[in-house]
């Protein structure tokens, strides 16, 4: 009987496999250290799949360029060329490729200036800094576009989770180096089953977490408690460490990238899609401590909420993928690139 059973199971997981292979399941991407010690990139000519939740919405093929960076377009060294680097919302692996930001700024400038989409998810401010370096270093770029959230000054400490290099320290807000581990041999075993790419990717199954909520009885007053800065209260404490975190993080990514610095660097800062807040979060404030200092260091910022509000009140039509995916759709990256290429100079 328990033979059966088990024989049973194990049916059912080889179906399941096989049909989710006839699926756009979001496949292996891969990712590591393949290029530099400090970016991480997918391998060169790598390809795979991604697609958004259980029903697999806005499935999409990409590939690895010849550095590893979501692009069929290789990069080379060019002097012209312009990178624009950031984190998902440079990548937008969710659009077609002639939407995604890459894509859209290069249609918008001179046919021969090359634009190289350096955009890394879950990374934040400090990472950015390297794939300047980067950039700068083996492309020979000099103008480039960083395309911030509101978050990533606070992003950029070691443990948010958004760090895959250059972070600094949540104590004393010092620079250090925290990089992710290697998968161990089941993750790399698991990363080519269909099975387990879907419940971890498309459902977002977290075992670990399953696991505390198993034995935690949660209230409603805990389970209703702010959960990020967009929610949370702001104290003069919760102010003060904000601005302090920007002021640091702000200060040390200038100190990384000035010596490669020789062209153009425009930073573009995303916001509420409805434009500044009637009523400012802890989260507001950290955007606007990170802009106040970008510009004290003398970088020339282009702010997207006024452009957003602005399209509000001409049109009805949404700038985000869905009520499910927060990223700018086809429509917001073309009011992001309209913007970032009017300021790009010659």
Request: glycine share 6%; hydrophobic share 45%; aromatic share 8%.
């Amino acid at each position: 009987m328990l033979a059966s059973t088990v024989a049973g199971f194990v049916v059912a997981l080889l179906v399941l496999e096989v049909v989710l292979r006839l699926l756009p399941v979001s496949t292996a991407t891969m990712t590591g250290y393949h290029v530099d010690p400090d970016i991480l990139t997918y391998p060169a000519r790598h390809r795979w799949t991604v697609s958004t939740g259980w029903d697999l919405r806005n499935p999409q093929q990409l590939r690895g360029n010849n550095l590893g960076f979501a692009s069929d377009v290789d990069f080379v060294p060019d002097t012209g060329a312009v990178a624009l680097i950031g984190d998902s919302y440079v990548e937008a692996s969710m659009l077609d490729a002639r939407h995604r930001p890459a894509a859209q700024l290069q249609a918008r400038l001179e046919p021969r200036r090359a634009v190289y989409g350096m955009g890394t998810p879950g990374t934040a401010l400090l990472d950015y800094a390297q794939r300047v370096r980067f950039a700068r270093e083996q492309l020979s770029v000099r103008d480039f576009v960083v395309w911030l959230e509101g978050g990533d000054a606070r992003q950029a400490l070691c443990g948010s989770g958004n760090v895959v290099s250059r972070c600094l320290d949540p104590r004393t807000l010092l620079p250090t180096i925290q990089r992710r581990p290697p998968p161990s041999a089941v993750q790399r075993w698991l990363r080519h089953s269909a099975l387990a790419q879907y419940v971890y990717s498309q459902l977002k199954v977290d075992w670990r977490r399953l696991a505390v909520a198993a034995i935690t009885r949660t209230t409603p007053e805990a389970a209703a408690s702010p959960a990020s800065p967009r929610a949370a209260p702001s104290s003069d404490r919760a102010i003060e460490r904000a601005r302090a975190v920007a002021d640091a993080a702000v200060d040390q990514f200038f100190r990384d990238v000035a010596p490669h610095l020789g062209g153009q660097l425009l930073f573009v800062v995303d916001g509420q899609r409805g434009g500044p807040p009637a009523r400012p979060t802890l989260a507001d404030a950290e955007r606007r401590f990170m802009i106040e200092r970008l510009r004290w260091h003398g970088a020339e910022v282009l702010d997207m909420e006024p452009v957003y509000a602005a399209h509000v009140a001409r049109s009805g039509w949404s700038l985000e993928v869905g009520p499910y995916d927060r990223h700018l759709n086809a429509r917001g990256v073309a009011l992001v690139m309209d913007s970032v290429a009017a300021r790009l100079r010659p």
